[in-house]
């Protein structure tokens, strides 16, 4: 009896080790900005960045229930449409995910977020760019998803979406895995574009992720 107890207990153990290391790969955190700090993102371009207070959902919002005290504000305006952006370097291996997943506190002034993520396919654990800001040797993906109205949106992108924006650089394949002395997702970058031609950008950003 006391030996099927002991096994009993060593598959319990053993079932527990599993679920915790499953629940880590189930996702993985790039920012939730609860610590109030932005210093994880360098900017670029007519933007102002702040860590501010979430808005208070007038009512049950789900979303706006999970995304903690803080978002990221994002404020600029546009020349020629494009306002600037953020980005921040990963250096992971991101081949266990399978999407971008994030939360976006729309305006009426509306415009759209161009997401771009920068695997590294030379293998020296950077991204070495042309004049124009354009990996010369590793490749971009890039896609675009709209700012809607007032109010947390959440968005889950499959990296099937991203199409290749720079062909003929890196190898062409997505391949953000950290192995043959690449880096993986070594890079993402977020560029804000206004809805007009001289317009503003006024967005919060939330919850951004990698999951399944």
Known sequence: ??????????????????????????FYLIDNFESGSTSKWFPFGSIDVSAVANPLAKAKDLVAESCGSYMLKIKGSASDWYVGGIGTDLMIDASFYKRLQMDIYGSALGGKLRIELYDEDNGNNQIETDKNWQPLYDDKWA????????????????????????????????????????????????VFVAKEKTGKVDVGLDNVLLTY
């Open 1 to 26: 009896m006391r030996k099927i107890r002991l096994w009993l207990l060593v598959v319990c153990c053993l079932l527990l080790v599993v679920s915790c290391s499953m629940a880590e790969l189930t």
């Open 143 to 190: 896609v675009e998803i709209p700012i809607l109205g007032p109010g947390f949106t959440r968005i889950s992108v499959p990296f099937t979406a991203f199409t290749l924006d720079n062909p003929g650089k890196g190898d062409g394949i997505w391949n953000p895995a950290t192995k043959n002395g690449s880096s993986g997702l070594t890079r993402m970058q977020i």
